[in-house]
């Protein structure tokens, strides 16, 4: 039996929620953006009305308001949005115990075994979702109705806003198969780009190229392409309360001044690095691999990733391994706005091994201490927060005033 999965999107989820307080303000172009003075200055979420002027999520205030001059800016609330949030999700656990978020604003919903408690009509049940939402919270919904997750979000974003589209058994490669490649759940700027060097440009032509392919192009990420492409995506539904593999854990921060020399980046990776580690060692996660992404001050980002010769946890692992991909991907004085450091490949605390040799034997006492040292931190930080101590590193060398 095929499995019954819907994909409920909240439209303009941020706007929404702020324009429930300004409901002068729903006919009028309206963004939620980041504060501009701590060069946080993007677009966050939109209106309607701002849509229709191509203000996209993501740009700039000065982008938005080249397109928009009378755009009207409002700060955002993130807790108000995470009650809001909440309050949504309440409403799908009535319908079945296997709802799944996707951000803040998405949740997928596995109806397979209760569908029948509520009628058995997957879009009749979509639209009763619809309304509630509008008629209990003042939010609209856009719902996607498939027989997978992969499909189920393309349904949601075919017909937006407020409304339900079913991609079935029958109709899937009608609807699924004309779409840009760039639609399809992860796939992103940079293999969308790859792709089309190929000719690949919408669904159907990524469906009809052989898995093998693919893998040369796209590593491990190919063949899983084709299978979404081909509607054979079988990921589960997991319920929000059990919990999930850690992936990754990173951290970035965009710096009130652009950085432009070696020891301001250094300083900036450490710190982050520090975040890093502390949650590793929390988590009881080793780093298999470490990535850097580096974005300048026109919002271009440039990635690099490496495996690490041994998992670690370790600050001063961490940040040495960062700042060789940070000086692979910059060089000073190119300003750099924001970074970016995340760890990735990770493994258990019990799987983490490093095998010693002849020449790596005398490195293990201090791997102990810095251990040692680095959990001593942790307790001095839980005992007096997090800014009670700070690996030395961490501090930027303050740079000499120029002479007048």
Known sequence: MDRVILHCDLNCFYASVELLSHPDLREIPTAVCGDPHSRHGIILAKNEPAKKFGVQTAETIWQAKKKCPDLVLLPPHHDLYREYSRQVNAIYDQYTDLVEPFGIDESWLDVTNTLH??????????????????????????????????????????????????????????????????????????????????????????????????????????????????????????????AEPVKSVGNGTTFPENLTTRDQVLGGIAMLADSVATRLRHAGLYAGGIQVTVRDPQFHDRSRQRQLPVPTHLIRDLTDAAMELADQLWKPPSPIRALTVTAIHLVQEGEAYEQVDLFTASAAPKKVKQEKLEGAMDQIRKKYGSRAIIFGACQPEKEEDPLP
């Open 117 to 242: 408690l509520f009628g058995g009509d997957a879009h009749a049940l979509a639209d009763t979702l619809r309304e509630r939402m509008k008629r209990e919270l003042g939010l609209t919904l856009s719902v996607g109705v498939s027989f997978n997750k992969v499909f189920a979000k393309l349904g949601s974003d075919y017909k937006k806003p407020d409304a339900t589209t079913v991609i079935s058994r029958e109709n899937w490669k009608d609807i699924v198969w004309p779409l840009p490649v760039g639609d399809l759940l992860y796939v992103g700027g940079a293999a969308r780009k790859l792709l089309k060097q190929y000719g690949v440009e919408t669904i159907g032509q990524l469906a009809a190229c052989s898995p093998e392919m693919l893998e040369t192009l796209m590593g491990k990420m190919g063949p899983q392409f084709h299978g979404y492409a081909n509607g054979l995506d079988t990921d589960p539904v997991r319920s929000r309360y059990e």
